[in-house]
Every structure is written in C-alpha cells, then in structure tokens.
C-alpha cells in the first residue's frame, strides 16, 4: 500500500511563493504518474499538474501554466509543487495523488488510486 504525505502548505500573501511536498512510502515502484489536485471551498477538486515518474513527463492545468512547476526526486520518493505569483483564488486543500497506468488520463481523479491527506494553502489578498 503506497501512502502519500503532504506538507508546505500555509497562510501566503498574494504574489508570495509556496513549494508543496508529497513523500511517497517505499514501494513506488506500482505507481506509474503523481498528480497534484486541489479543491476550494465550495467547489470540486480540481486537476492542477501531473508528472510521471520514470521520464518525468508533465502535464498542467491550462490555467496554472507558468505559475506552478511539478517536479520529482525519485531518490527521496518525493514529488513537489512549486507555486509562484499566488492569488487569492489559489486558496484550496491540496492533494496529491497517485495513478498507477500510463493508460489513464493523467487529468481525471477517478483514475487515481492514492490519495495524501491534503494540505491547506491560504493565499491573503
């Protein structure tokens, strides 16, 4: 069973940064993309970025591009999310997740099989 770890997120000032951590416990190896999700108040989670493990493909939101970058240390099991020039809209529980067939859309939640346990990013006007 992979368990996934969030951490980094907090209260930030509008245009200020945030970098989001997810530690993923040994036995990575079935998990095949990570992906980064987040849900604001009131709304359905959202997709915001994917990366793959092996060739470190990534796909993002249209919305986020140049905002947020997803990356990976696969020696720490780690993937990240850089989050540049924040707005208030930004505000959300983030989650990152894992999916385990390069078959599935890297976008669609219902294809990913693990689940963190989310962690609150503020983002104050």
């Known amino acids: 069973q992979v368990q996934l770890v969030e951490s980094g997120g907090g209260l930030v000032q509008a245009g200020g940064s945030l970098r989001l951590s997810c530690a993923a416990s040994?036995?990575?190896?079935?998990?095949?993309?990570m992906g980064w999700f987040r849900q604001s108040p009131g709304k359905e989670r959202e997709f915001v970025a994917s990366?793959?493990?092996?060739?470190?493909?990534?796909y993002y939101a249209e919305s986020l591009k140049g905002r947020f970058t997803v990356s990976r240390d696969n020696a720490k099991n780690t993937v990240y999310l850089q989050m540049n020039s924040l707005k208030p809209e930004d505000t959300a529980v983030y989650y990152c997740?894992?999916?385990?067939?390069?078959?599935?859309?890297?976008?669609?939640?219902?294809?990913?099989?693990?689940w963190g346990q989310g962690t609150q990013v503020t983002v104050s006007s």
């Open positions: 040994a036995r990575t190896s079935s998990v095949y993309r």
């Open positions: 990366i793959t493990w092996s060739s470190g493909a990534t």
């Open positions: 997740a894992g999916q385990n067939s390069a078959s599935f859309s890297y976008g669609n939640q219902n294809y990913y099989y693990h």
